[in-house]
């Protein structure tokens, strides 16, 4: 099937930078490209350029477990996260390429009475906004996960738990392909392995961006960065309250169809769902200290392991094939900063931490709209740097469902 595929198109273009754009995107991960998509088709900027330091969707939008789901807890939040679901549900239409988006429900399991009261506290509000959000008696969850141990082994106990029926998993590098083809479509310059390492600022306005292919005029600058926002930030000057910590996944050898949903079980660690190609796609919590490997330490991988075993009986002789390890950015409140920055023509769009994949569409059609017309967009409004001045925090640890 590969004959000749040396002569297949190239899907994007891979320019030398120029020496002037209108607006500079730093970061080629799925945020940093849609942002850059919505830009160019909604506001009709062309000279733009994403700089990515290494290969697109090489961050965290290639390391991701793909969950994609709306069930926050906040109605702020409620309208970027369903504002997002519902650019999924066209992104393989919108971009003619197909992001492999698998809406087969996403299920949240809740193993204390604590964990009972928030669930359906959380599942009120979200029916509150609108988003399709069930409770599920332990018998309920047995019919949809017919694998599992409604015991947890006698440590983790199924209490019940939740259900989004719209939510469910993509192909994340596709998301990263897709909207790199459309953006290299409509002009945007696409230029890899280019390193920012530094930023011209004059009067407290960015004037220009340093980078390891050279000096690039701007007076726009996005920091799309994910893990690497507070070293960027660093470089403009001023600080984020933001963490970086190593998040770890891992896939098991193929198998036969056997888990038909995603199940969620933040209290144990450990989260699994079934690839299109029939790897146990399985994820643990964040390290307990920061750093910047893209590994994630053994005694994580452990306990994550530990839990699978105990709910899920089956998969006890199961071989894992690979693991890896992104560095996410989580704040104080484990909501993302969507903004303006304390340099004038410098936004932030960071903070995503664990959970920023299902995030991608939504986020960069605000976050465009945001560095185009230099305010907050209507939903990003809430999520500014400033919240942690002011206190209006937006606490979505519960929903997070992954433990950092
Ligand atoms: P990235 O894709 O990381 O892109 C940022 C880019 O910036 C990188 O490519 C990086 O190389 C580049 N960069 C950094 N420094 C520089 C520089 N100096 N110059 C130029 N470029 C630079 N979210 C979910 O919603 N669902 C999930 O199931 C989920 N699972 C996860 C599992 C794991 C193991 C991990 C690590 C994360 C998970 N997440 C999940 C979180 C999600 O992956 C991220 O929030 C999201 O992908 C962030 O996208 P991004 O485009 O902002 O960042
Ligand atoms: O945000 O849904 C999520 C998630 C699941 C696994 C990692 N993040």
Redo the contacts with the bound molecule.
């Keep these: 099937a590969l004959s000749y595929h040396e002569n297949w198109q190239q899907a994007w273009h891979s320019p030398e930078p120029k020496k002037q754009y209108d607006a500079v995107i730093?970061?080629?991960?799925?945020?940093?490209?849609?942002t850059a998509y919505y830009l160019a088709k909604e506001h009709g900027l062309r000279n733009i350029a994403v700089?990515?330091?290494?290969?697109?969707?090489?961050?965290?939008?290639?390391?991701?477990?793909?969950?994609?789901?709306s069930n926050y807890m906040w109605d702020q939040s409620a309208a970027l996260y369903e504002h997002s679901l519902k650019l999924w549900e066209n992104m393989t239409r919108e971009l003619n390429f197909n992001v492999m988006f698998s809406q087969r429900s996403v299920l949240n399991l809740a193993h204390t009475l604590n964990e009972v009261r928030i669930t359906k506290r959380r599942i009120n509000s979200n029916r509150l906004n609108g988003i399709d959000s069930e409770w599920l008696e332990p018998e309920d969850v047995k019919r949809e996960v017919p694998i599992i141990d409604l015991r947890g082994g006698g440590r983790y106990p199924v209490m019940g738990g939740s259900i989004q029926r719209r939510a469910g998993?993509a192909r994340?590098d596709a998301v990263?392909w897709g909207y790199a083809r459309a953006c290299s479509e409509m002009g945007v310059d696409i230029i890899q392995q280019?390193?920012?390492?530094g930023f011209d600022i004059e009067g407290g306005q960015v004037t220009g961006v340093r980078?390891s292919k050279g000096h690039i005029k701007t007076n726009k600058v996005g920091l799309?960065?994910?893990?690497?926002c507070g070293?960027?930030a660093n470089?403009a000057g001023f600080k984020l309250p933001v963490n970086s910590r190593?998040?770890?996944?891992l896939v098991s050898e193929p198998v036969k169809p056997i888990v038909h949903n995603?199940v969620m079980a933040g209290a144990v660690h450990a989260?699994i769902s079934q690839s299109d190609k029939g790897e146990l796609v399985i994820?643990?919590g964040t390290d307990a200290y920061n750093g910047y490997s893209?590994w994630?330490s053994n005694p994580v991988t452990e306990d994550t392991l530990a839990a699978i075993c105990e709910l899920y009986p089956l998969f006890k002789r199961m071989r894992m094939l690979r693991q890896?390890?992104?560095?996410?950015?989580t704040c104080p409140d484990a909501s993302?900063i969507i903004g303006l920055s304390p340099v004038k023509g410098m936004y932030l769009?960071?903070g995503?931490?664990?959970?920023?994949?299902?995030?991608?569409p939504g986020?960069g059609h605000i976050f465009a709209d945001t560095v185009a017309n230099n305010r907050p967009h209507p939903i990003a409004a809430p999520f500014a740097l400033d919240r942690f001045r002011t206190g209006f925090l937006i606490d979505e640890h519960a929903a997070a469902g992954?433990a950092h």
């Design positions: 730093v970061g080629g991960g799925g945020h940093g490209l849609v700089i990515e330091r290494g290969w697109l969707g090489g961050g965290n939008t290639g390391r991701n477990t793909t969950i994609v789901r998993t994340h990263a280019c390193a920012v390492e980078t799309v960065v994910a893990g690497h070293v960027l470089m190593p998040l770890q996944a995603v989260y994820g643990a893209q994630g890896w390890g992104g560095v996410v950015d993302p769009n960071c995503w931490g664990t959970g920023g994949f299902k995030a991608t986020s992954v």
